[in-house]
C-alpha cells in the first residue's frame, strides 16, 4: 500500500513540474525595451543603442563568424556560361567566370542593371589601389538576422528612410543597418555590437549598438522611429515591433 501511495505522489508532483516548465515556439519573439542616441565624446562614431527582449523556443538563434555559406553568405554573384549562382567570396580565380560590367555591355545591355550600389561591387583584388573590374551581383537578405528600417516623420505622417538614395556608384559605403546577431551567450564586449544578458536558456535581452557617422544628417532634429525584427537559423521570423518616437538633437 505504501509503494502505491509514493508512486501516486511522485507520479502528481512529477506531473506539476513538468507542466509548470515554460514551453516557447520556435519561432523567435521580440518586444521593444528602449533606444537611446550615445553621442561620442570625441569627434568619433555616434551610436543609437536598441535595447529589446527575445526568446526561442529552440535555441537556434544568432549567427557565428564563420556563417560565411549559403544561406548566410554575402552576396550572390553568377556565372556568364550559364547563369548558375556562385555564393562564395571574390577571388583572382573565380573572377573570369563570374558576369561583369563588360559582358553586361557586350551580351545583356538590357537585362542587367546600369551601374548601382545595389547591384555592382568593384573589385580590388589584394592591393587596394586601384580596382581591376566591376562585377554583378544579387544582396542575399539572409547574410543578416537583424532587420532595422528607420522613419521620419514628415508632415504628419511616417516615411521610411531609404539609404540607396544616398549612395551614387561607385561611393558605395555600407547601405543598411542590419545586424549580424551572434550566438546567444552572455556577452558585452565593446568590439561587439551586440550586448547580451541571459535570462533564461529561452530568454535574453539584447542591446544593439548602431555607430554611423551620419545619423545626425539623416535624422537630426527629426522625430524618428525604428521598426525592427529577426530572423533564426532556421529562416523562421519574428514578429515585427516598432520603437517609441525619438529625437537626435
Given at each position: 500500500m505504501r509503494r502505491i501511495y509514493f508512486t501516486l505522489l511522485f507520479f502528481v508532483f512529477g506531473t506539476c513540474s513538468k507542466s509548470d516548465e515554460k514551453v516557447f515556439p520556435p519561432e523567435p519573439y521580440i518586444e521593444f525595451r528602449s533606444v537611446k542616441y550615445v553621442k561620442a565624446e570625441t569627434?568619433?562614431?555616434?551610436?543609437?543603442?536598441?535595447e529589446f527582449y527575445v526568446r526561442d523556443g529552440d535555441s537556434d538563434l544568432?549567427?557565428?563568424?564563420?556563417?560565411?555559406?549559403?544561406?548566410?553568405?554575402w552576396r550572390t554573384y553568377y556565372l556568364k556560361e550559364n547563369g548558375g549562382k556562385y555564393e562564395g567570396s571574390?577571388?583572382?580565380?573565380?573572377?573570369?567566370?563570374?558576369?561583369?560590367?563588360?559582358f553586361?555591355?557586350?551580351?545583356?545591355?538590357?537585362?542587367?542593371?546600369t551601374l548601382n550600389c545595389k547591384n555592382w561591387e568593384l573589385y580590388w583584388g589584394q592591393n587596394f589601389i586601384k580596382p581591376t573590374d566591376t562585377v554583378y551581383y544579387q544582396p542575399n537578405k539572409f547574410y543578416f538576422n537583424v532587420f532595422v528600417d528607420f522613419y521620419n516623420s514628415e508632415n504628419g505622417s511616417w516615411?521610411?528612410?531609404n539609404l540607396d538614395s544616398f549612395l551614387v556608384f561607385p561611393n558605395c559605403y555600407i547601405d543598411t543597418f542590419n545586424g549580424r546577431l551572434p550566438k546567444l551567450e552572455p556577452n558585452d564586449s565593446p568590439l561587439n555590437?551586440?550586448?547580451?544578458?541571459?535570462?533564461?536558456p529561452q530568454e535574453f535581452i539584447v542591446t544593439y549598438r548602431m555607430r554611423s557617422l551620419a545619423y545626425k544628417f539623416l535624422f537630426g532634429g527629426k522625430k524618428t522611429k525604428i521598426k525592427f525584427?529577426?530572423?533564426?537559423?532556421?529562416?523562421?521570423?519574428?514578429?515585427e515591433v516598432e520603437t517609441e518616437e525619438f529625437v537626435i538633437p
Open positions: 569627434p568619433n562614431i555616434d551610436a543609437l543603442e536598441l544568432g549567427l557565428l563568424t564563420t556563417d560565411a555559406a549559403a544561406p548566410f553568405h571574390l577571388s583572382a580565380a573565380i573572377l573570369p567566370s563570374i558576369i561583369n560590367y563588360s553586361k555591355r557586350k551580351i545583356n545591355r538590357d537585362t542587367l542593371p516615411k521610411k528612410l555590437p551586440f550586448k547580451i544578458i541571459k535570462i533564461s525584427s529577426i530572423v533564426d537559423r532556421a529562416l523562421h521570423f519574428s514578429n
